[in-house]
């Protein structure tokens, strides 16, 4: 059955380094959001893309955040440098785009950690 | 800005008993979605239900069922005959209807962990 992929499952990495994360939306789904979810906040949206042009990022740091889809089966999240705050789960959700309140269908999630 | 609260962190219930997750939110829209989605051991994110805010009926799935009380801003989840399998952190959340900015986010409670005991 269909389904978000996201690679890679675990992340460790040091300080300062760079850390792509990769999603495949489901086949067919022309909407994607990247979520993080942490202990003290929760789930909160970083971007989120309609025919793979982002429509909000606002939830995304900016200075070492950036979010694209180099096609429509590959969304990239990338941390330059990542720190230890940036120590999460984050998710990729995807949906069809048709109408208004539609599920959202999520990913495996990426565990994040920067030592 | 929406917010949802889940007063409930943890919560226990024997297997094949019926059990009742609360949810509450704070909105000024009008119109709007509501769900509520299962985050077992394994991460992933499952959608249990889905509500339409201009819908009286309360959306059930199989033994999954939601108390919609609009004007009181609640959304509870019940679980019939729960089975070990439901044991996850539970998540409620809103999405406001419209075009402007944030129509499409989803904004989720801080969840509440649900034991299933033998």
């Known amino acids: 059955d269909a389904r978000v992929t996201q690679t890679p499952r675990d992340k460790v990495t040091e300080m300062g380094q760079e850390v792509t994360m990769r999603c495949q939306p489901i086949l067919g789904h022309n909407t994607v959001f990247w979520y993080r979810q942490t202990m003290m906040q929760g789930l909160e949206l970083l971007a989120y893309f309609r025919n793979r042009a982002p429509l909000d990022d606002s939830g995304m740091p900016k200075d070492r955040f950036s979010a694209e889809m180099p096609d429509a089966t590959l969304a990239t999240l990338k941390i330059q440098p990542s720190e230890p705050r940036d120590s999460a789960v984050y998710f990729c959700a995807s949906g069809l785009g048709m109408s208004r309140g539609e599920t959202q269908y999520f990913g495996p999630g990426t565990r994040l950690l920067v030592l | 800005a929406q917010t949802v609260t889940q007063s409930q962190p943890e919560m226990s219930v024997q297997e094949a008993e019926t059990v009742t997750l609360s949810c509450t939110y704070d909105?000024?829209?009008?119109?709007?979605?509501l769900f509520w989605y299962k985050q077992p051991p394994s991460r992933q994110m499952i959608l249990v239900i889905r509500q339409e805010a201009y819908k009286q009926q309360n959306a059930t799935e199989n033994r999954f069922s939601v108390n919609f009380q609009k004007a009181a801003k609640s959304f509870s989840l019940k679980i019939s005959d729960s089975q070990l399998g439901d044991t996850a952190m539970y998540f409620c959340?809103?999405?406001?209807?419209?075009?402007?900015?944030?129509?499409?986010?989803?904004?989720f409670g801080k969840g509440t962990k649900l034991s299933v005991i033998p």
């Open positions: 909105t000024s829209e009008s119109n709007y979605y």
């Open positions: 959340a809103f999405m406001k209807q419209g075009s402007g900015a944030g129509s499409y986010q989803l904004t």
